[in-house]
């Protein structure tokens, strides 16, 4: 895997080319991977520390979403009420150590992922993953399910670039494979990824059924898919025209 180190060819986004979309860019988890019972199992140890929990996988999936520190301040706030930000920073270091060793135990790849990111590398496209997770944790996961070696850059929490909903990931990914917003399309599974896609003017795809109680249709997406064995089927009415 190229672990984001992979730079762009330099082509401009603009420039004309067969291969359409030129970049995918994809959210992780519940987008790519079911990682919520693994997720629920390192916040009820960190909740069990102090007496606390357990929390269902149903209320730890609504909590899922803007990172493992917000999951964090969900989570006491769900059992204990709200931390200081002193108290925040210790059971947010506390979490890392735990979910460090949660990350692949019980997690599974969604239906259709693999054979889905080989069909659009067949046809040329780059591929990244843009996610609030920490990068040490992308890349272990991206190796537990053989997918180290199929994504071009790999963009995650602690690469100190402002995190979804902005859209600083996502404009960093671009940058690093040459494209530009016409070119690239993000797919995701949540509220954040439609909106950082909306902010770098990129087209959005969400796959239904993600870490979201919100209605997949309801989340402002171009396009919502019911599994990932849909998407290579619906990139070309994303395609703009002109």
Do not use: C
């Amino acid at each position: 895997m190229s672990g984001g180190q992979t730079e762009g060819s330099g082509m401009s986004g603009e420039a004309g080319n067969s291969v359409w979309p030129r970049v995918v860019l994809f959210d992780l988890d519940g987008t790519l991977i079911d990682s919520a019972p693994d997720i629920a199992a390192a916040v009820n140890e960190l909740l069990g520390r102090r007496g606390l929990g357990p929390l269902t996988l149903d209320q730890v999936v609504s909590m899922i979403g803007n990172g493992t520190k917000k999951l964090t301040e969900r989570a006491f706030a769900a059992t204990s009420g709200p931390l200081s930000p002193e108290e925040l920073d210790q059971r947010y270091a506390e979490m890392l150590e735990i979910y460090g060793r949660h990350l692949t135990g019980v997690s599974t790849l969604l239906p259709g992922a693999a054979a889905m990111i080989a069909g659009l590398r067949k046809q040329g496209a780059r591929l990244g993953i843009v996610t609030n997770k920490p990068q040490r944790f992308i890349e272990t996961i991206l190796e537990h399910f053989g997918l180290d070696g199929d994504f071009d850059t790999v963009i995650g929490s602690d690469a100190g670039i402002t995190p979804k909903p902005a859209p600083d990931m996502l404009l960093a990914a671009m940058q690093k494979l040459g494209a530009g917003p016409r070119d690239t399309v993000m797919v995701g599974d949540s509220t954040s990824d439609v909106e950082s896609a909306h902010a770098a003017g990129v087209a959005s795809v969400i796959r239904g059924g993600g870490y979201t109680h919100t209605p997949a249709e309801m989340l402002g997406a171009d396009i919502v898919i019911g599994g990932l064995d849909e998407l290579i089927a619906v990139l070309p009415a994303l395609r703009p025209k002109g």
